[in-house]
């Protein structure tokens, strides 16, 4: 089971990677525009066009910093680490789910099982620190059975 979380892990690690190369690209391709309309425009559509570059730049900046974020609470997980309650890091299998208490990932797909990667700081990641096997969460109204905590 321990492979399993590395393999979980692993998977988050390429989504904040994706994530910020995306938001990388995002940022290089806002600016090499803002650079080519400088070369083709004048006047006042020149200087809106330049204000929506870089508006683009700002916002993809700032998910940059946001998966920056993201990359820094990944560091802070072991997935080598076992508990019998669920904490950051923790891999619980429930009834109706199994989440991985990690990043906010969405779901994670390993040997065609589902996953959800979840923040610990997310409503479901709070109502799950501390519970161990057989007590029970209810999210949304709906019961969710604690099987197994790794």
Known sequence: MSELKKQLYNLCLEYVQKRMEA???????AQKAS???????AGDKYETGRA?????TDRNRQQLAETNKLKVALNQVNPSVVSDKAET???VIT???NFYVAISAGTLTVDNEAYFAVSPASPIGLMLKGKKIGEEIVLNGKPYHIKMVI
């Open 95 to 97: 009834d109706n789910g």
């Open 35 to 41: 650079n080519d309309d400088t070369k083709s425009s």
């Open 23 to 29: 938001a990388q690209l995002a940022i290089e391709e």
């Open 52 to 56: 929506m570059m870089q508006q683009e």
């Open 89 to 91: 890091g923790s891999l």
